[in-house]
């Protein structure tokens, strides 16, 4: 299939099944070409999922002033990070974009203008180091959506739920980010290993409570709930993709945990599936 074809498949997102909505931890960028505990995680949850016509994909790595889709036909593979072996760049994943979908998520959103990046971004390791375990034939569409970091969380959860109407067009959205995460704080003994401090597992424990009783109001006030959510949530832009994928829940949808382990002190790889 062309291109042009590929585009031309999104343009009128025609009724489809209904598609899940995921939140992915993604962690480090090495989980792009390691074959670990969590990798197994993302390729198991690849054999579960229908295939979807197109993905659009929120990630914590492309934060901007204004929220902006990815509107090129081809988006570019950023390798948005330092210090990692040279096999790690050399990692492309030519997924296509779709310039259409990005045009029709545009004219859903009434919460904001959303702006069309035809030409700076592409797909941070946010998008790409996970999905690539899910399609690694790179076949299927994606776009990204920016975070924009001058809004509240609120203004976020809001604004997610007028992407409801893509799933059931055949669009799978993707929230990237970790639920947990303070890199400041990560312990350098335990970098490899499944270990919590007693703060990020309060909070981890906590989150899941409030994620599987549905109480998003909690999460969305995260910043009001003490200080192992302080030291979990430094900054919002891992966490508020977990708010964007909570927000497309319907209520008689089920959450499904996976990959659910802490690592190096200060991080957790939780993800979820909601269908």
């Not at 040279?86 to 545009?106: F, H, M, W």
């Not at 999460?219 to 964007?244: C, M, R, T, V």
Request: glycine share 6%.
């Amino acid at each position: 299939m062309t291109l042009k074809e590929l585009d031309k498949a999104t343009t009128s997102l025609h009724p489809s099944e209904k598609m899940p909505v995921l939140f992915l931890g993604h962690g480090s960028p090495m989980n792009a070409i390691e074959n670990n505990e969590f990798v197994h995680g993302f390729k198991k949850l690849s054999k579960e999922l229908p295939r979807p016509h197109a993905i659009l994909c929120i990630s914590a790595h492309w934060e901007t002033k204004g929220t902006f889709v990815t509107a090129m036909q081809q988006p570019r593979t950023i390798h948005d990070f330092g210090g990692f072996p040279e096999a790690l760049y050399q990692v492309q994943y030519p997924a296509p974009g779709s310039p259409q979908l990005a045009r029709d998520t545009k004219d859903l959103v009434t919460k904001t203008n959303v702006g069309l990046d035809e030409h700076q971004w592409g797909l941070d390791h946010g998008a790409w180091t996970v999905l690539k375990h899910l399609y690694p034939a790179a076949e299927v569409p994606i776009i990204e959506m920016s975070i924009d970091h001058y809004q509240t969380p609120l203004y976020h959860y809001e604004l997610a739920r007028q992407l409801k109407p893509l799933r059931e067009r055949g669009v799978l959205i993707v929230g990237s980010g970790n639920m947990v995460h303070n890199l400041g704080l990560i312990s350098w003994q335990h970098i490899n290993e499944q270990y919590g401090f007693d703060w990020a597992l309060e909070a981890s424990e906590t989150m899941k409570q409030f994620i599987l009783n549905d109480d998003h109001l909690s999460l969305i006030n995260y910043q009001k709930l003490g200080s192992s959510f302080k030291l979990a949530i430094p900054s919002p832009e891992h966490y508020l993709p977990l708010l964007y994928a909570l927000a497309l829940k319907d209520e008689n949808e089920k959450i499904n945990l996976f990959n659910d382990k802490p690592l190096a002190g200060s991080i957790t790889m939780t993800s979820l599936k909601i269908a």
